[in-house]
């Protein structure tokens, strides 16, 4: 702080910096179109059909898998109820 000159040019200097911060800032936080948002989500569903494809057929492999014992295990208790009624006499 000796004389004038050091410190116009530490304010210039701040300015600089400070100007190109904001301009980074403004940059980063600008406003995009209502358009953008849907872009964005349409193209992360079309990079993740084909597994979502794959994960949904492997569902419904599943499902069925599921199903058919289930429906064994019914005929299983249906054969061991009458099984049991002959037993009893009933």
């Not at 964005?40 to 979502?52: F, I, K, N, Q």
């Not at 492999?61 to 299983?76: H, P, T």
Request: proline share 0%.
């Amino acid at each position: 702080m000796t004389n004038g000159n050091g410190n116009g040019a530490a304010i210039w200097i701040g300015v600089g910096i400070g100007a190109g911060v904001g301009l980074a800032l403004a940059l980063k936080h600008r406003k995009r179109d209502r358009w953008s948002g849907a872009r964005d989500v349409s193209r992360r569903v079309a990079e993740g059909t084909g597994g979502l494809a794959s994960t949904i057929k492997d569902i419904a492999q599943r499902i069925g898998i599921i199903y058919e014992e289930s429906r064994q295990v019914a005929d299983d208790v249906s054969e061991l109820w009458s099984h049991g009624r002959k037993l009893l006499g009933v």
